[in-house]
């Protein structure tokens, strides 16, 4: 990423030398994996009191985490009518008030004082690519009444005056959601869990964990750690210790790109200052450092690199918005998300213990927050809302197969996307042609006089008078006898 965009310090950008666990330790909680999830548990844990060892094989926010656009809003990667049809509505209610909680966790610990420079800025815009104003109102009544969240509704006119394209139709903007810079939060987060008492190791990669018993063992390649805790925060690359626990989530890249500078220019094209992302997941895009837009798009289930995707950002940039020219991509990055069957995190004790933290591909910030609320909150105070994602079982992926449906799933998804929206749009234009035709129409029968004519002012329309009423037929006079006499 840019220079700018990521002008952390040297020490949270990893240049500090790494602190590698070299010596036998004994922790009330340890955690694997130091991305959103681990570092916001033991920032969690260590606030309660408890002592807090994180083990990380590579370095903090290597992956995912450290690679995300910085989006904060409520909800789950699930659509809300499935989550209430999975759960029923009082649960739903409250998973989705924890989503809440989570994003306003993020808020707490993003502020100027704890993370300076970490560039907070309100407002996230859902887009559609349909016109879907029916399944808009009923969804912001839902939202606004039953789940007390502050949603409004943008009419095609108001989106298009915002982002100047004819791709998107109506929106749902959400005041109160935000978003930060990703990288510098993620560092920001070690750094405030530091300072909260718990130790964070990099390159110590885990090798073997025995989770039995009260005491439980983490054997790493130059020492050995016991807890009473374990929390597996390692997404898919938990590796042999935990296979069967990786193998439950379909690993997906997802890669993003960053344009060189764009001028004024932009500010006139895309109108809006937070985050823009579509109702189908396919693109999601915000313009940083002033003049630059990033754009996230491109995905797969096979890891790539990811400047190979420069070209796919450039050509979706300018298919949405082509006013704004052939923009050059200065820099790409991209990450691997663990996404599960069902669409919900992971979260809960699997055994006495021996908790897991997982599954958060396409759930947003605000979700690897509530997971980490909800688990030191399990181990240190006895909370038990985590039970609430009970339902939401560890299911097979489906290894190489399940990839490849993945992937056929997602370009399929992407194809529907792309085919509804241009349905969507001939549509639209074709209503638009129909009611020229009948201007048009309606004109030139006025010019030729032959359209309906309305009576001057003043004067009194002519009524024809009645129709004279047929006269009733006469009875026929009886015949005098005398007559027929004389005659």
């Not at 300076?116 to 009544?141: C, F, H, M, W, Y």
């Not at 530091?194 to 439980?216: C, L, M, N, Y």
């Not at 690199?305 to 704004?324: C, D, H, M, N």
């Not at 048009?440 to 008078?465: C, I, Y």
Request: glycine content about 10%; overall charge neutral; charged content about 25%.
């Amino acid at each position: 990423m840019n220079e700018t965009f990521t002008s952390v310090s040297q020490e949270e950008a990893g240049f500090r030398e790494r602190i590698r666990l070299s010596f036998d330790l004994d922790a009330d909680i340890c955690i694997i994996g130091a991305g959103l999830a681990g570092l916001s548990i033991a920032l969690e844990a260590a606030r309660l009191g408890a002592s807090v060892a994180v083990l990380e094989g590579r370095h903090i926010g290597w992956n995912a985490s450290g690679n995300q656009l910085g989006t904060v809003m409520p909800g789950f990667a699930l659509p809300l009518t499935e989550l209430i049809e999975r759960i029923g509505f009082e649960d739903a209610i409250e998973l989705w008030t924890l989503s809440k909680q989570g994003a306003e966790f993020v808020r707490a610990n993003a502020s100027e004082e704890n993370m300076p420079d970490i560039g907070l800025t309100d407002g996230v815009l859902e887009v559609s690519n349909v016109d879907a104003g029916d399944r808009l109102i009923s969804r912001l009544q839902m939202l606004n009444e039953d789940f007390d969240t502050e949603a409004e509704g943008w009419q095609v006119d108001r989106v298009r005056a915002a982002l100047k394209t004819d791709r998107y139709f109506h929106g749902v903007h959400y005041p109160k959601a935000f978003q930060v810079e990703g990288r510098r939060y993620v560092h920001g987060l070690a750094a405030l869990a530091r300072r909260a008492g718990a130790r964070i190791f990099e390159d110590t990669p885990v090798v073997s964990i025995d989770h039995s018993g009260i005491r439980k063992r983490i054997v790493t390649p130059s020492a050995r750690l016991r807890a009473a805790h374990i929390v597996l925060a390692g997404n898919i690359h938990l590796g042999a210790p935990m296979r069967r626990l990786s193998e439950t989530l379909l690993p997906v890249w997802r890669y993003a790109g960053i344009t060189a500078p764009l001028g004024d220019r932009v500010h006139e094209i895309i109108g809006f200052k937070g985050s823009v992302m579509d109702s189908d997941g396919v693109d999601h895009f915000r313009i940083v450092d002033g003049d630059r837009l990033m754009w996230e798009s491109p995905e797969t289930t096979w890891a790539a690199r990811p400047q190979r995707f420069a070209g796919s950002v450039k050509r979706r940039i300018r298919s949405i918005f082509p006013e704004l020219g052939n923009v050059e991509i200065s820099e790409t990055f991209g990450g691997a998300t663990g996404q599960t069957v069902h669409g919900m995190p992971q979260i809960g004790e699997l055994r006495k213990g021996l908790w897991v933290a997982s599954g958060f591909g396409r759930q947003g910030m605000n979700i690897s927050a509530m997971s980490g609320q909800l688990i030191a909150r399990s181990i240190l105070s006895g909370d038990d809302r985590w039970k609430l994602f009970s339902p939401f079982e560890l299911v097979w992926a489906g290894g190489t197969a399940g990839r490849v449906a993945g992937q056929l799933v997602g370009l399929w998804g992407r194809a529907s996307s792309a085919a509804a929206g241009s349905l969507a749009r001939y549509r639209e234009r074709a209503q638009v042609k129909d009611r020229e035709r009948e201007a048009r129409l309606a004109k030139a029968n006025r010019a030729a006089g032959t359209g309906p004519r309305r009576q001057p002012s003043g004067v009194r329309p002519r009524v024809a008078p009645p129709a004279p009423r047929p006269a009733a037929p006469k009875e026929a006079e009886p015949v005098a006898e005398e007559q027929g006499v004389s005659q």
